[in-house]
């Protein structure tokens, strides 16, 4: 089946730093690869996706490339912000199979960026 | 464009009584939905799956009688929690689908549930 591990967080920064989350995957076929950003007390937001192998999602700084060899799709921003300080959850989603259409999500990474 | 509310954003009731949440979508239609839940500090386990006009699916472990699902239009699925328990209290977000589109969900705000 599918599955999707995050690095464990929390993960702390002082503002400007730069941050790294990383995600591998694990699926059958080609998934497409999400970042969800949820802050506190609300939903999910989709922060980027990448779609096919060696595609770059980027948003609001965030980038995130597919790296099908090394089943990879690690979350990075150059120079974080206070209110980038949020849980962000990798997903995948695929195509085919018993779990057409199905989100699987991470365990999620809680980022804290203090001034 | 691609806007999903929920109602109540939250709600405290006691237990043993019902409880239902609204998921719409605003701007589109969507054809599935799909019903979350969510632990603090724990990430999205999804309940069912909520196909317009048929019975949802359910997840292995999630109770149907317990967690009554209905898609009755294009741009709503109501989610009622059946004698709700102190156990039941957590937060249920739902995400809707726009038709031919496998890989994009949109996410509503979710609703804290806490039973008493």
Request: aromatic share 14%.
């Given at each position: 089946g599918n599955s999707v591990t995050q690095m464990e967080g929390p993960v702390t920064l002082s503002e400007e730093?730069?941050?790294?989350?990383?995600?591998?995957?694990?699926?059958t076929g080609?998934?497409?690869?999400?970042?969800?950003?949820?802050?506190?007390?609300?939903?999910?937001?989709?922060?980027?996706?990448?779609?096919?192998a060696d595609d770059k999602?980027?948003?609001?700084?965030?980038?995130?490339?597919?790296?099908?060899?090394?089943?990879?799709?690690?979350?990075e921003k150059g120079s974080v912000q206070v209110s980038d300080s949020a849980v962000y959850f990798c997903a995948l989603v695929n195509a085919g199979g018993t779990s057409y259409?199905?989100?699987?999500?991470?365990?999620?990474?809680?980022?804290t960026v203090h001034p | 464009?691609?806007?999903?509310?929920?109602?109540?954003?939250?709600?405290?009731?006691?237990?043993?009584?019902?409880?239902?949440?609204?998921?719409?979508s605003l701007d589109f239609q969507a054809t599935t939905m799909f019903w979350y839940r969510q632990f603090p500090k724990q990430s999205l386990m999804l309940m069912a799956t909520s196909n317009e006009g048929s019975k949802a699916t359910y997840e292995q472990g999630v109770e149907k009688d317990k967690f009554l699902i209905n898609h009755a239009s294009l741009t709503l699925s109501t989610l009622t929690v059946t004698s709700a328990h102190p156990e039941?209290?957590?937060?249920?977000?739902?995400?809707?689908?726009?038709?031919?589109?496998?890989?994009?969900?949109?996410?509503?705000?979710?609703?804290?549930?806490?039973?008493?």
């Open positions: 730093a730069f941050l790294t989350i990383n995600c591998t995957y694990t699926a080609y998934p497409s690869l999400f970042w969800y950003v949820q802050y506190p007390g609300e939903g999910l937001q989709l922060l980027l996706k990448a779609t096919k999602g980027s948003n609001k700084g965030f980038e995130a490339t597919y790296r099908k060899e090394t089943t990879s799709f690690h979350l259409g199905k989100l699987t999500f991470g365990q999620g990474t809680i980022l | 464009g691609a806007v999903v509310s929920q109602h109540p954003s939250w709600v405290i009731c006691k237990s043993g009584t019902s409880v239902k949440i609204e998921c719409r039941d209290s957590s937060f249920y977000i739902c995400s809707a689908r726009i038709r031919l589109s496998y890989n994009e969900q949109f996410f509503g705000p979710g609703t804290r549930l806490t039973v008493l």
